[in-house]
């Protein structure tokens, strides 16, 4: 999206109740200059969170009255690090992030919804605060990024959360063979899947470089396996 879309703009182009916070941001004014702005323009940036904040509360809260009792989940998002580390600092994350996704968890849970929340990458510095904010289910857990590793993962936060992902869309997907797939499938279940509270899938969006017998091993795995 262009920098300098309108508000409703950016929420056609996001499909539907997909409007994340940092990354509707930098739709709006730009990559550089949201982040410029996080320590130039801080009452700016706090103007258009609140700005985006009340449009999609109101979204929410219609769309959540229209399907009361019909769902069990709601699908959330934001981007906010790379597969280095976060984009911003934790402090910057907490001060302009943080208290708008606690309302939208709220406003979610009050129907009875579980949040299932979609971010990219290494965040683990926020990772306790999305927990205890509401976090029901973390999408997309890449377990190749330094940080990540699943016995790590399932360690700190397996007692709060389920995992969504863990199968390599960058390595083993496309350039493994059906063997290395099947293995990591058993491997992350193993590790990520003990007791309960993992998903077992793609670790992004599978492209069209993967061939189909690896993506169909790693669906029959994930059937197949026992502990």
Request: aromatic letters at 14%.
């Given at each position: ?143 190749h990024l330094p ?18 992902g863990g199968i ?54 994930a059937r197949k396996?026992?502990?």
């Amino acid at each position: 999206m262009s920098p300098g879309l309108k508000l409703e703009e950016a929420t056609q182009k996001s499909g539907g109740n997909w409007l994340p916070v940092l990354c509707t941001l930098f739709d709006l004014f730009g990559f550089e200059e949201t982040l410029l702005n996080l320590w130039q323009a801080p009452a700016m940036i706090e103007a258009a969170v609140d700005k985006l904040e009340e449009f999609v509360l109101g979204f929410y809260a219609k769309l959540f009255e229209a399907t009361r009792g019909m769902a069990q989940f709601v699908y959330m998002g934001d981007d906010f690090a790379t597969q280095q580390g976060m984009l911003i600092s934790p402090d910057h994350w907490r001060k302009f992030l943080k208290p708008t996704y606690k309302k939208y968890f709220a406003l979610a849970k009050k129907y009875n919804l579980k949040i299932w929340f979609h971010s990219c990458g290494q965040f683990r510095p926020v990772m306790g605060d999305l927990i205890d904010i509401g976090l029901d289910v973390w999408e997309t857990v890449q377990t190749h990024l330094p940080g990540n590793e699943p016995d790590v993962l399932k360690r700190e936060y397996g007692d709060h959360i389920t995992f969504f992902g863990g199968i390599s869309t960058q390595t083993t997907l496309p350039f493994g063979t059906t063997a290395d797939v099947r293995r990591e499938v058993r491997w992350r279940i193993r590790v990520l899947g003990k007791n309960g509270g993992y998903i077992c899938g793609p670790d992004h969006g599978i492209m069209p470089d993967v061939p189909l017998e690896n993506v169909l091993a790693m669906y029959d795995e994930a059937r197949k396996f026992q502990f």
